[in-house]
């Protein structure tokens, strides 16, 4: 069997972090429609234009079943929307339904979060630079604690007799990788049993202590049995292991950038602005979940 996939550690740390960003610009964003500079004029309905700006728009807005279409399926689902909206915006009004109250609080609502969002694209999402980008990865870099990797190969067989027989032909001066090419059952047999640069934590616990144990250059005197088998491992190398790339972590990094930005503009407008919550029970949920989010973000600092 194979034993689990290397990878390093310390991306995964980071990318704990980083998601939890992520996760809040996500839920505070909002789809933008690039307009062309010749805004076309695609349709018309009783003789009001419908441009292809309005498309994008409406595009931007369909569900997530219609993101995976090809262009030109979305496109058409995005005039197929604004069609159906004109044909009865148009009846509604005829009744005057935009001069009742529930129209015009739905509608002030509805001014008052696109303002939000054009703010957000101004003061946030536009405003992050590339290099404050690059800082922040340094930051989150410089915190990580320091971690040894090693690159290990091992032989993987059924019985303990058939390992005690490949450490003593290894201790004959044979081959590690022609054995592991020839005696090993895992997947990596092809390889010579390579299974590349860990850390701790990636493998079955039996083996990654063997194998932090070893020397560079040394292979287990014993067998080391695990719910896989029986193993023989030697330690090509031993290192510091490396962060994550800048480029594996930009996107994620540029979140928390981002995150960071729109929950200082939040902070400064509640300091400016006088926040009351009269329904008592409201107030215990809304302070509860805003100490909660002020403690996540403290861990991400």
Do not use: C
Request: glycine share 4%.
């Amino acid at each position: 069997m194979r034993i689990p996939v290397p990878n390093l550690k310390g991306f995964y740390m980071l990318r704990h972090k980083l998601l939890a960003a992520t996760a809040l610009i996500a839920a505070i964003s909002f789809s933008s429609a690039s307009f062309a500079q010749e805004d076309a004029v695609v349709a018309k309905v009783d003789g009001v234009e419908i441009h292809k700006s309005d498309l994008d728009m409406a595009a931007s807005s369909l569900g997530p079943q219609y993101q995976q279409l090809p262009d030109d399926q979305k496109q058409a689902a995005a005039l197929s929307q604004v069609i159906d909206v004109k044909l009865l915006a148009k009846n509604a009004t005829a009744q005057g339904l935009q001069d009742t109250d529930d129209f015009k609080k739905r509608l002030a609502f509805l001014q008052e979060r696109e303002l939000h969002n054009a703010y957000l694209r101004k003061e946030v999402f536009d405003a992050v630079k590339d290099e404050e980008v690059k800082a922040r990865y340094e930051k989150e870099i410089a915190s990580l604690p320091k971690e040894e990797e090693v690159h290990a190969r091992h032989i993987l067989v059924k019985t303990e007799e058939e390992a005690k027989d490949i450490i003593k032909q290894l201790d004959e001066g044979k081959d590690f990788i022609e054995l592991a090419k020839a005696k090993s059952e895992d997947s990596s047999k092809s390889d010579g049993g390579d299974l590349g640069y860990f850390t701790k934590g990636r493998m079955v616990p039996e083996f990654e202590e063997a194998a932090f144990t070893l020397e560079k250059g040394a292979y287990t005197k014993t067998p080391v049995k695990s719910q896989f088998g029986f193993h023989v491992i030697k330690v090509e190398d031993k290192r510091e292991a490396a962060p994550p790339a800048f480029e594996q972590v930009e996107p994620q990094v540029r979140q928390l950038v981002m995150q960071e930005k729109y929950s200082a503009l939040l902070e400064k407008a509640k300091a400016e602005q006088k926040v009351e919550i009269t329904d008592e029970a409201l107030k215990k949920a809304y302070d509860e979940a805003t100490r909660e989010q002020q403690e996540q973000q403290q861990t991400q600092q």
